[in-house]
């Protein structure tokens, strides 16, 4: 089968690969209908992450199931499933409180990569969501969306605490922070300040509810906000980058006592500890549990009530990957889904 | 009056000052009826944070009121009232939400200094809460307690969202830490694991509620507080010290998807990124909000139901000082109370 392999910053290639097989009788096989390229693939292409060998990539992926190991139960050859970045038993303490990417088993969830044709997935029972049925073409874009990039703005939208009433804002305007815009619109938010300096990244924004647009960075951004809310800061910021610049961003614009969810992989970040002692904000965040929230956004998906697919502007069949990560490190494309 | 000032690091002394006088139509003065050294007034004491020039001290306080300022509505001459360390003016929209130490308004809470006969106190309706009567003698240590050390330990265990069931950690068994222990045990802990290597701090954690002591500090006590807990760590940790260590400690021993709340005022932490992004904990603390707190923690006291004064274990004449702050640095006791 095809699949992506990046070599060395910059250098992405589609090869022929072995086609994956059951290892674990845990395990799925899945042949993929959709993947894509992540913001997070983009810290090794770009050197920031070191690549010491020929890495095998991506983790967002929907697909059919091709073939299950002896002990999956619930997951069945011929669905169409839509997965989680890491692979989680789903029965354990941890993700029963939800967090199953904290799962004490965790692992990647496309085990042998998922920009490919086919995609090993581990604990599969708990790793994968079926869909009702076999999704229209349409549909197909916002369930590959759901599988990481929905399911971390939403993360970060319920991590800010976001709720009906409240000031957000939102730290990125890349695909995860313009999904955590959708997300606090749908969790009710009251007004929505999106960070963007893109004209359309801020068409997005707007489109996904955002109320207001703030070009400005750092201490401008900060004081934009202040400005915006009477002083104070927002109730809830969702930060999406991870980056120190847009980490002290969003902790500067969330009002004392207000809630901060971060869910840009975090590269380089300090936070002092004086400066959030005095914030008096609440930071939460990590690495998104998209599986708690995949039944409710398949949901919102098939009732036609989000469309967050909206975020792929530019697809591409899947040998032409290196052109997608071009497109995306150039921010020429906001994010790049690749067709098996 | 008499008053303590500290000179230099190490050069505390009481000496005559001026008499406090009403400067805001919002303030009032207050007749000290006991105050004490603070585990925050050994930072500068011990040079870590720099003394300037000669700085009146003293945060925590209660006493009876001397006299009003114009403006005052609800605080009345004769009535003993409880103080906070910051002054809040409450109708703010901070205050509101019970983030009275960041209150739009905020200055500090004894204006000319706790640790004196008497004090001034902006903003006195918003700042000061009244007993229902005049407390017995007895009653005062553990009134005096919740003007700082009990407020701070009681928010340390809301922030770290202590409740029925859980299993809690604290970090630190200074006044702070203790009562942090007590608060735990209030709120419905169902184990308090309390890491103290002093035998007389050890006594007095399990006394106010402690179920299990561990000595070890850095990763080792992480490690301990992991085997103690099936692997996964406390839901919620309570860092009641504020160094890089006591804060690692406290990431490190709390579970995915559970709550560190740090209430030791922060010297030189920095929180990396990058492992707080993993952690997947809840972070979040800064100068407690006693206030909010007051009213229900004087409900407690007087009922008899908590007993925090026991963490006064010194208590000296206010000309005594200097021994009283000795004493703390040494460790040879854990909270000194001086009555003026």
Redesign the interface.
């Known amino acids: 089968m095809r699949g992506v392999v990046l070599h060395a910053p910059g250098d992405v290639r589609v090869e022929e690969r072995d086609q994956p097989v059951i290892v674990e009788p845990t395990d799925a096989v899945i042949r993929l209908s959709a993947t894509c390229v992540c913001g997070s693939d983009l810290w090794p292409y770009r050197g920031i992450e070191r690549v010491k060998k020929p890495v095998p990539m991506g983790h967002e992926y929907v697909g059919i199931v091709e073939q299950v190991g002896s002990e999956v139960r619930t997951i069945r050859p011929g669905q169409f499933v839509v997965g989680s970045f890491f692979a989680a038993d789903t029965p354990c303490?941890?993700c029963r409180?939800?967090?199953q990417?904290?799962c004490?088993q965790r692992q990647p969830g496309a085990a042998t990569g998922g920009q490919a044709e086919y995609t090993r997935v581990p604990l599969a029972d708990g790793t994968l969501v079926a869909t009702p049925d076999l999704p229209d073409d349409d549909l197909i874009p916002s369930l590959l969306a759901a599988s990481d990039v929905l399911g971390t703005g939403w993360f970060g939208a319920v991590a800010a605490e976001v709720g009906p009433g409240k000031t957000v804002a939102v730290v990125g305007d890349g695909a995860v922070g313009l999904l955590g815009v959708l997300a606090a619109r749908q969790l009710g938010a009251a007004r929505i300040i999106a960070m963007s300096r893109h004209e359309s990244r801020q068409k997005l924004a707007l489109e996904f509810g955002a109320t207001d647009i703030v070009t400005e960075r750092g201490d401008e951004g900060v004081a934009q906000v202040k400005e915006l809310t009477?002083?104070?800061g927002a109730h809830s910021v969702i930060e999406a980058v991870?980056t120190?610049e847009s980490?002290m961003q969003a902790i500067g614009s969330t009002?004392?006592?207000g809630h901060v969810g971060?869910v840009g992989?975090?590269?380089?970040?300090?936070?002092?500890?004086?400066k959030?002692?005095?914030?008096?904000?609440?930071?939460?965040?990590?690495?998104a549990p998209v599986r708690r929230f995949l039944p409710e956004l398949i949901e919102l998906i098939y009732a036609g009530t989000i469309n967050p697919g909206k975020v792929f502007d530019l697809t591409l069949p899947l040998d032409q990957a290196a052109e997608g990560y071009r497109a995306m490190d150039e921010r020429r494309a906001i994010k790049a889904l690749l067709r098996p």
């Open positions: 303490e941890i409180s939800g967090y990417t904290s004490v009477g002083g104070l991870g120190q980490m009002r004392p006592g971060f992989v975090s590269h380089g970040v300090e936070v002092p500890g004086g959030l002692f005095y914030s008096h904000v609440h930071l939460h965040g990590g690495p």
